[in-house]
């Protein structure tokens, strides 16, 4: 099978063949065609289409989860600071700037003394529980408010306070929640020439649209709708709504009712 410097190598099926000879074309792959390509691309669009719907739902859905438990820590808060404070919440009063502003408390826009959020500083982990997930950081720091529409209406001024004794039904009673009123929010956010409150309330206007829901006072859009609403009731339960449920829900401290209701 050996020649001088040839040499043969012998198959099963007896054929000799040059070892040193290179082997024979392969065969061309096949490449896609036009409507193939068009075929994938449209299989690909479509899926996109399929799946950016849900991943922008399940990312509403985990901030309005992280917007929940915001509002559950401010719950835990008030809760302390009302037993600290013999059953009294903090108190309202009107548009307060962080620290009082940059020209200090009670100027530049700023009401005397300390906004219902700075109030519960001792009972908080953080500043941030007062930030919407949902909102944008620098021009809405400050987005949750507490409710001061019947303490409003029984006193009819401002520094005054809800004390839990008040209320007979604490798990319907609306305590706080988050705020999508844009007339409580500065502008360029909101509609408000100022800087961001930390004292949103309800006291003179509503801090909660649900969808749909208009107010004879004027302000008639949500800033958030048909998006749930996180509210926070005086029992410390929470949880996401988009109506009002008046079997369920009241801002009376003893009859049901709705915020326009309240008198």
Not at 179 to 202: E, F, I, K, R, S
């Amino acid at each position: 099978m050996v020649t001088g410097r040839g040499r043969r190598v012998w198959y099963a099926h007896g054929m000799p063949r040059d070892a040193h000879a290179s082997p024979g074309p392969r065969p061309a792959i096949g490449a896609f065609t036009l409507i193939e390509l068009l075929v994938v691309i449209t299989i690909i669009a479509v899926l996109i289409g399929i799946l950016l719907p849900a991943l922008a739902g399940a990312r509403d859905a985990a901030r309005t989860t992280r917007c929940l438990a915001n509002v559950r820590s401010i719950g835990q808060g008030l809760t302390m600071y009302a037993d600290d404070d013999r059953g009294n919440f903090p108190h309202w009063s009107g548009w307060q700037l962080w620290d009082g502003g940059p020209t200090g408390d009670g100027t530049g826009g700023d009401s005397p003394g300390p906004g219902w959020m700075e109030l519960l500083m001792s009972h908080i982990d953080s500043k941030e529980v007062y930030q919407d997930p949902g909102r944008p950081r620098d021009l809405a720091p400050f987005c949750y408010f507490l409710q001061e529409r019947y303490t409003y209406i029984r006193t009819g001024t401002t520094y005054t306070c809800l004390n839990m004794a008040q209320v007979q039904f604490s798990s319907a009673f609306i305590l706080a929640g988050g705020c999508n009123n844009p007339g409580l929010y500065a502008a360029p956010y909101g509609t408000v020439a100022n800087g961001p409150d930390c004292d949103q309330d309800d006291a003179t206007q509503p801090a909660v649209f649900f969808s749909g829901e208009t107010h004879a006072h004027g302000s008639t859009t949500a800033t958030n709708a048909p998006h749930p609403t996180n509210l926070l009731f005086l029992d410390d339960h929470a949880g996401s709504f988009t109506r009002f449920d008046p079997a369920r829900m009241t801002w009376h401290a003893f009859k049901f009712t709705s915020w326009a209701g309240v008198n």
